[in-house]
C-alpha cells in the first residue's frame, strides 16, 4: 500500500492512498513498469509525493533486506510501515500499536522509530 500525501506547515498531510499492481515473492516485491507509469502520472496530476509505504509480513514486523533494498519511497525522512501476521491480527484500533515505523534517513538507511518519537513522524486521526 502507498500512502499519497503533500507538504503543508505541519508536515505531510495523506490525502490518497493506492494499492498497486505488483510482483511480490518470498523475498521480493516490485511494481511493474506500467503501474509506475500510473502512479507518477497520478501523484503529478495532483502535486503528491508517494509519502509512505505500508506493507506485511508473515511473523514479525521489522524491515528486512529486500524491504531496503526493493523500497518505493527514497526520500530522506520516508516512511516504512510494516504490519505483522499479514494484518489478520490488527484492527484499526491496535493499527499503531500493531505496525513498526521506519523512516529513511539521509544516509539511505531504514531506521525503526522507537515509540516515543513516533508521535513526531506520525499521526492518524
Known sequence: M???GRETASGIEIEAVCRPAQI???DIFRIPPAAMR???GIIAQHGWMIAAQVHSHPQH???SLADDKWAIVRHENALSLVVPYFAARTTAASFMQDQKTFKLTADNRWQELVVWELSKWLQIS
Open 24 to 26: 511480490a515473492g518470498a
Open 38 to 40: 500510473e502512479i507518477i
Open 2 to 4: 502507498l500512502w499519497f
Open 61 to 63: 514486523a521489522f524491515h
